[in-house]
């Protein structure tokens, strides 16, 4: 009777027991990768354009974020999520920024203050997508056609750290030395010029040379005249095939779905200014 009788008033305690339950406070919104970080938008809105009068438009944040997130998944403007307001607001916000050199602009400022002692040039290729191609006239879209069909080719010049200084558009088709003379136009006296095999050509030595600066490449196996090479300094170029590594991981970047060269250079100097806002933010 004794065991009934205790388990009853247990039944009875817990019946009649305020339980306090402890609820873990909510954790608020997640920036995503793609969004912006207060950060980055204190370094980007004093270059986009006010609009004081007139009808209110969309947040220039939320629709930063939108363009990011075209840049980063790479989907069709006609699939960005709702939450970033109309595609077309974010479309043609991100064209007419672009023709007002808005990007150019953020990326010359953030450029400004490259470590100029040694500069890497390289290409990378790119192929277009069946979406991007165009009925005629791929040549002045800089759309090369080769093997693997339409392609374009992305001329970078990094600096010591492996940011981007310079960036141009070619076809695919077009060799790589054909845009070394802008890529080099920042180039500084005792700097030294890091590039592979396929920039061994005396007038790319000889304008390195009237600069005050040095080549570092190594000689093609045709050369006969001797040069001076340093493979040990030769191994930093590395950092220019990480740097395309890092906008790659943009799909917009990695494939070309653009039918203008301008919108599709616009996308890698997106991508760009957002290695470069990363690294000042990380940099104590």
Sequence with gaps: MSAIRLISDL?????????DVIQALKPGPRIMRYELTDFEWAAIRPFLPNKPRGVPRVNDRRVLNGIFWILRSGAPWRDLPESFGPYTTCYNRFVRWRMAGIWDLIMKALAEAHDGSVQMIDTSIVRVH??????GGSEKRLMGRSRGGLTTKIHACVDTNGLPVRLELTTGAAHDNRLVTGL???LKSRAMLLADRGY????IRALVSERGAWANIPPKRNRKDPICFSPYLYRARNLVERFFNR???CRRVATRYDKL???YLAFIKLASIRIWLRTYESTP
């Design 11 to 19: 039944q009875f305690l817990v019946a009649n027991t305020e339980i």
């Design 130 to 135: 069946q979406h991007g191609g165009c009925a």
């Design 200 to 203: 061994d050509a005396d007038w």
């Design 184 to 186: 080099l136009s920042d």
């Design 261 to 263: 060269a301008a919108n």
């Design 247 to 249: 906008i790659k991981q």
